[in-house]
């Protein structure tokens, strides 16, 4: 009776562990849900759409991170923007009021796709560059690096591409390419930095700017902010 007893108590012990657990998830996803619910109704009072946006989240950008962007857009204005990673993001800023944006997408149906909708909304001033991904040093699939030669002068470079995954060295080589064509004012925005990959790479871009500070934006997949200090 007594082995029986422990047994017993062990195993409540463990659902109520596990129990716990998962109350604790779906809270924490609650209030995700919430926030990211938050940002998108504050996205649309700040832009006037002028036709429907596609789902976010997932691939496509969080609402966190569009508010983010919509904001550093109307804030400081930038001259060119150069984007990796088309969709979504490249809708909002060119709404928000970016002057001229250069997007790169990997996929030539993803590219096409983002042209589409900005005809949709009627925002001008968008390139969207399809570069096909092939392997560059540690990374197993970047931009071709002949794509940006003709680019200089970049004041928002947004780091949401390509999509990595399980390669954390897929967007790495976004330092070496472009941190030579970024104005002394620019700002990077760099997604997905909860993945240690994203994190390095924006932790790399501070120490070849000192003259910039990071900060860490506590976002559905976190947001790194790069900006002068």
Same mark, same amino acid.
């Given at each position: 009776m007594r082995a029986l007893h422990t047994k017993v108590g062990r195993q409540t012990d463990r659902i109520a562990v596990a129990v716990q657990k998962v109350t604790e998830q779906t809270r924490n996803s609650s209030i995700n849900d919430y926030r990211q619910l938050e940002a998108y109704v504050q996205l649309h009072s700040l832009i006037k759409f002028s036709a429907p946006l596609p789902a976010t989240r997932g691939w496509a950008g969080s609402p966190d991170l569009l508010l983010t962007l919509a904001h550093v857009v109307k804030t400081f204005k930038p001259k060119l923007v150069v984007e990796l990673g088309s969709g979504? /993001?490249?809708?909002?800023?060119? &709404?928000?009021?970016?002057? &001229?944006?250069? /997007?790169?997408?990997? /996929? /030539?149906?993803?590219?096409?796709?983002t042209r589409n909708l900005l005809k949709d909304h009627g925002a001008r001033g968008v390139e969207v560059r399809f570069s096909k991904l092939s392997p560059y040093k540690k990374s197993s699939g970047w931009y071709d690096p002949n794509s940006f030669k003709d680019i200089k002068g970049i004041d928002l470079l947004v780091i949401d591409g390509p999509q990595g995954g399980d390669d954390p060295e897929a967007r790495y080589p976004a330092l070496e390419v472009l941190v030579g064509k970024l104005s002394s004012k620019s700002i990077i925005v760099l997604d997905d930095v909860k993945r240690a990959g994203e994190r390095k790479l924006a932790e790399d871009f501070l120490k070849a700017l000192p003259k910039h500070r990071?900060?860490?934006?506590?976002?559905?997949k976190g947001t790194a902010v790069i900006r002068p200090k």
């Open positions: 979504v /993001s490249t809708v909002v800023m060119a &709404k928000a009021g970016a002057r &001229k944006i250069i /997007s790169f997408d990997g /996929s /030539s149906e993803f590219a096409e796709i990071l900060e860490i934006l506590d976002h559905e």
